[in-house]
DNA sequence: TTGAAAGCGTTACCAA
DNA sequence: TTGGTAACGCTTTCAA
């Protein structure tokens, strides 16, 4: 079979826990004896047994980063940023490095229980989870269970993009504040008749962007029918179905605001086979602000979330290499990007009226 | 600590070794025994121990997935094609539910062999390694060497989109055949002079992909300068600088062939700020053709390959719950998705002459 | 600074 | 159909 420690102390005529020293690299171990037990790795090509070494240690070297759909660029971008956090730290190939494993839920709650299942069962150093959670109370609470007995069972949780629980240490997305500052932006600019693509329903990225839109138009005493919200899933037939809809509905509204960049590449898409010109005859804001979306929709007012920067702290805390944030949350802001200043076309006498009394932010 | 199988054992009042029977599935234990158990298991809330079973048995059931760059969407559809292949298959968080690993490597060879020995560490059941390989022969090489490792100590290896390394099972892309389908096609438009950004050097998806174009145009006598080649990653801000550079080394070029569409949108927006239309003045053709491509570039001609498709086929191989193709390889041919064909703007006389004499192709 | 040996929690073989 | 019990390969006291 495989080459083992005991094969490799034979070959350097040593013990096996002197190899073993030898490759933690954290026991004194006299230089000729150390050269000795590398010399004897290398000849042999030993490769540690990892799941020898977790039984024994009782905790492996497996980070686990828990997000909805990697082939969602929005995942992927956050799970790259946090793998390469991860890479970083530690030689190549050397014991102790620790290897990222990425898994994806689907968003289902049923699906991240089983993956955090699957990660307590290998032990994992530690566990990133990305993205929105579920927001039915149940769900949360079940979900919140397997953390803490994963964080019990001697597992470093990180939150990332969703709500705190517990005590396990949180980078919170401000969604609701994003939501409300585009909203606040497209009333500056005069609109007052929305849409709105919501992403899928029972989420709480989906929950808290919608929270922070109707928390704008209250704020602005502007009106808001729950007929024009849509709920879908986060991509582009999502929103362009959404929006043949929602003309149905409002054939008079000037701005729609789409639950993340690649659902509003639907809306645009559909917008334009309505006949409608985007912007001009309406104006679509999305979020997330993903490397293409400048070329898919040059005139999209978004917001930008960090995602590398977020990725990258993610992966330092569930490392233990930078210090819990107070309180354990730390909130990460999106940034504003209007990159056309679409006024609507036609504005309502009323409506103007009231556009008067509002303040312009940003 | 946590709770063991000899807790659940305890609890049943059976050995440990029955147990194991029950969760394994695979023996048969008597109906009474069987329910005492699962009651046991649920009481404790027991999740096996994945190190100390994957000690004792010899094999984890961990599936590595080795890619590029998981923030690139490519690798992230082609990912998760191969997760939910992977996690379709076993009854959710049951014993022997194969945990999907992503690993991105840069498309660095040494980060190459991290990974690859991160998994043989791992004693991972499966590997699946996607994307293109190094071309130099030492690491060309050196990864064949550790592939055959993984698979001597009972990895089942999977290549996805390489070519074919000793008896590895194999799903190769056929880029080749696509590159020159692709510029066949522009060629039948008319266009004789051609800009190409490639991928980054010494990749076999580069120089496949090369490849291809170069004999299409060989075949059609049509002449091409390394000159007009630049290389650079799979980024838009590659394919941007690059065309800048293209334009300034033949200011006539009529047509510019990128590595893929990521690289193809940089194109675009260069043409368009070094005022030229696109399409127009110039064609732009891409590769892959992801989902956002349609929208940020809609008159882009791609080769579409059923990323999906092979993602799950390669899940399926991984699996060993599809059959070994004949020789062990199976070819993925690319689909040609031409949305607008546009002929060059101003054909030259000679060229035109020669372009009657080509059969058009697709 | 090094060695000996007792676990770590499963699996799988051999009996019963 | 079930139980007893060696492995599995490493880490980590405890001694020397």
């Known amino acids: 079979m495989a080459v083992t420690l005991a094969d490799v102390a ?47 240690a009782a905790t492996s070297d497996l980070v686990g980063i828990v997000v909805a759909d990697i082939a969602d660029p ?7 940023a946090v793998q390469s956090e991860i890479s970083a730290a530690g030689r190549a190939g050397g014991a102790g490095e620790k290897l990222p494993v990425v898994c994806s839920t689907g968003g289902r709650t049923e699906r991240e229980l089983t993956c955090l299942t699957l990660l307590q069962r290998q032990r994992a150093a530690a566990v990133v989870v990305a993205g929105g959670g579920a927001e039915r109370p149940e769900d949360a609470a079940a979900v919140a269970a397997k953390l803490a007995r994963l964080a019990a069972s001697g597992t470093r949780v990180v939150l990332c993009g969703r709500p705190p629980v517990a005590d396990a240490v949180t980078l919170a997305f401000d969604h609701r504040g994003g939501a409300r ?74 701005a729609v605001v789409a639950a993340n960049d690649t659902v509003a590449l639907g809306v645009c898409a559909a917008l334009r086979d309505q006949g ?3 912007p001009g005859d309406v104006s679509v804001a999305g979020f997330d602000d993903l490397p293409f979306s400048r070329d898919a929709a040059p005139a999209l007012t978004t917001v930008r ?49 009231r556009a008067n009394r509002l303040t312009p932010i940003t």
């Open 305 to 353: 979330l960090p995602l590398r920067e977020a990725g990258a702290r993610a992966g330092r805390l569930a490392l233990g290499r930078e210090e819990r944030p107070p309180g354990g949350v730390a909130t990460v802001r999106g940034e504003l990007v209007a990159r056309a200043s679409t006024a609507p076309p036609r504005p309502q006498g009323g409506d103007a009226d």
């Open 74 to 80: 929005f995942f992927g971008i956050l799970a790259g």
């Open 10 to 56: 034979a070959r350097a005529r040593v013990s096996p826990a002197t190899v073993s020293r030898v490759l933690s690299g954290k026991y004194p171990v006299a230089e000729p004896t150390r050269a000795r037990v590398l010399r004897a790795v290398d000849e042999l090509e030993y490769v540690a047994n990892g799941p020898a070494s977790a039984l024994a």
């Open 276 to 278: 409608r010109r985007v």
């Open 181 to 254: 500052r585009l909203t606040e932006h497209l009333l500056s600019l005069g609109h007052r008749r929305f849409g709105y693509v919501a992403g899928p329903p029972g989420r709480t990225t989906t929950g808290d962007r919608l929270a922070g839109h109707r928390a704008a138009l209250a704020a602005a005493g502007v009106g808001h029918s729950a007929r024009l919200v849509l709920h879908g899933p986060y991509d582009r037939a999502s929103g362009y179905a959404a929006t043949v809809e929602l003309l149905r509905r409002d054939p008079g509204l000037t």
